[in-house]
């Protein structure tokens, strides 16, 4: 079987979960013939978006000023959380997969080779996706695969979705989840055009206890993603893959929350007043 793994912003893609799923791949090399890492996004610009986007400029360049012995931590005083996770890092695993530096470089210390394109649709990355010819892709990023790509592999694009699907689509479903008192799971399924509308081929429940916070619970996250990735192939592998299908009346399609609305989120952590904790 040929696997593609997809991913974005190779620079400071350093997630320890896809480190943790592509060892997991490597670990059945007898029923693969050969992996790649594909990744998409790598243009100067779209770093330039998704810092904005996720922390904006400022903490962005003292980030990498610390990262580079520029600027001194302040003793005693601890970096916020938005900086310690910034962008697609998780620098806070004591594994010792943690130093092993970028995804990149340690998908080639396992024989993976890594192949990196502007965009998916781009057609140098088309060309190369339709002359490898594979069986599947694992979506391990948060990118959106373009119809083009969908209808590449022979067995589709598996994808995972931290929210209880159908019923929470779209962005920010942890903290929805939190907000509207519903179990925190997440969902793996084959991606379709439309956003988090594929069949749903496995849940994994997220533990929640308390204490955790919005962090906490996606790292959480993160790791189940991981195991039900792996599970959903060994089951593409032995044929006990169950498709169901989403009805779209069933469930909403969410967007990212406001401050005061994440603050609301914060404070029924902090007060211990979701439902679903587990005992």
């Avoid at 590449?152 to 939190?178: A, E, F």
């Avoid at 189940?224 to 792996?230: M, V």
Wanted: contains cysteine; glycine residues 8%.
């Amino acid at each position: 079987m040929k696997i593609v793994v997809v991913s974005s912003y190779p620079l400071v893609d350093n997630h320890y979960y896809k480190k943790l799923f592509l060892k997991g791949l490597v670990e059945r090399s007898n029923k693969i013939s050969e992996i790649v890492l594909v990744y998409g996004n790598t243009h100067p610009k779209d770093y330039y978006r998704e810092i904005r986007r996720r922390v904006g400029l400022s903490e962005a360049f003292k980030k990498l000023r610390l990262n580079k012995g520029q600027v001194k931590q302040k003793k005693g005083k601890k970096l916020t959380d938005k900086r310690q996770n910034y962008l697609y890092s998780d620098s806070h695993q004591s594994n010792s997969i943690e130093h092993t530096g970028s995804l990149a470089k340690f998908a080639k210390t396992l024989g993976i080779s890594v192949k990196k394109f502007p965009k998916l649709k781009s057609a140098n990355c088309l060309e190369f996706l339709k002359g490898y010819s594979p069986d599947v892709i694992h979506n391990v990023s948060s990118l959106y695969i373009p119809r083009e790509v969908l209808n590449i592999p022979k067995h589709g694009v598996i994808g995972s979705h931290y929210g209880l699907l159908p019923q929470l689509r779209g962005g920010d479903t942890i903290r929805w989840s939190i907000l509207l008192d519903v179990p925190l799971l997440v969902c793996h399924l084959f991606l379709t055009p439309s956003l988090d509308m594929g069949d749903v081929i496995n849940k994994e429940t997220v533990s929640v206890h308390k204490g955790d916070s919005i962090d906490g619970l996606r790292h959480k996250c993160q790791i189940a993603n991981t195991n039900g990735q792996l599970k959903v192939f060994d089951k593409l592998l032995d044929g006990s893959i169950t498709r169901t299908p989403q009805i779209k009346s069933e469930g909403s399609t969410f967007y990212q929350m406001g401050r005061l609305l994440r603050k609301k989120v914060d404070r029924i952590l902090a007060e211990n007043l979701y439902s679903h904790y587990t005992s």
